[in-house]
Structures are given as structure tokens and as C-alpha cells.
């Protein structure tokens, strides 16, 4: 399951992200926030979305806020959370494959929704490679 989270500033990405995963019939559960009014807290979704990602080991989060970086150091809070802010499919493809990120952060007020699809199809068809990178990851 894929679950979506953002801030007022992540918003407008969200609905396009949101727009391309129905367009691929890809089930996802948005958390919010669900307008661009300034009415929110970026922390209070990760909180919501690290929820419902740590229901399932299988469960992705795609966290968008301004930057991507409040999202990142919110959700990394939770210890069965590892988010990843990530500006290109280079980042995206290596976040998966060495550190099994199972959050994408991405910065809405930086990208363009064509993009920042590249970018979510890199991470949701990437596999993490285990081996030396999850003794890695065990020290977390």
C-alpha cells in the first residue's frame, strides 16, 4: 500500500501524485493534508503516515512538503520509518537499493509533478539489494 502525506505547501504535488497512482490503479491512502491553506503542520502527517506505514513492511509513504526536508527529519523520528528526500531517480533508485527507504520525500515548492512521477517509479519498482547494506541498516 502506498500511503500519501503532505503539508499545505506539498498539497498541489500530492493531487497530481494522487492523479498518476489512480491512472496506474495503484491503491493509496491519503492522510492529508487536504487543502493549501496554512492550516497545518507538516509533522503532524509524517506522524499520520509513519502510522500507517509501519501496519505493513510492505507499505511505501511518498511525504511531499515544501522542501521535502521537514517531512524527512519528522518521519525519520519514528525508528521503523527510513525517509528519504530525494531531487532525483538517481537518489530515489539508491535509497531504495542501499537503504531500503520506505518513504519517498519530495519537495513541492522545487518540483514538477513529471518529474517527481520519474522519481516515484524509480522508487516503487526498486528493489533493496540486502547483503552488506542491511548489516548497514541493522545499526540504525
Known amino acids: 500500500m502506498i500511503i500519501l502525506a503532505s503539508d499545505h505547501a506539498g498539497y498541489l504535488l500530492k493531487e497530481e501524485v494522487k492523479k498518476f497512482l489512480n491512472k496506474e490503479n495503484i491503491i493509496a491512502i491519503d492522510v492529508g493534508s487536504y487543502s493549501r491553506e496554512q492550516l497545518d503542520d507538516y509533522p503532524d502527517f509524517a506522524k499520520a503516515g509513519n502510522a500507517k506505514v509501519a501496519e505493513d513492511p510492505r507499505n511505501v509513504g511518498i511525504y511531499i512538503c515544501g522542501s521535502g526536508i521537514g517531512m ?51 522508487f516503487l519498482t526498486t528493489d533493496f539489494e540486502g547483503g552488506r547494506h542491511a548489516r548497514r541498516i541493522k545499526k540504525f
Do not use: Q, W
Open 72 to 122: 524527512c527529519m519528522a518521519a525519520n523520528r519514528n525508528p521503523k520509518i527510513r525517509a528519504s528526500v530525494c531531487e532525483s531517480v538517481k537518489y530515489a533508485t539508491l535509497s531504495r537499493m542501499h537503504n531500503d527507504a520506505n518513504v519517498l520525500c519530495l519537495p513541492g515548492r522545487f518540483m514538477k509533478p513529471r518529474k517527481a512521477i520519474k522519481i516515484i517509479k524509480a
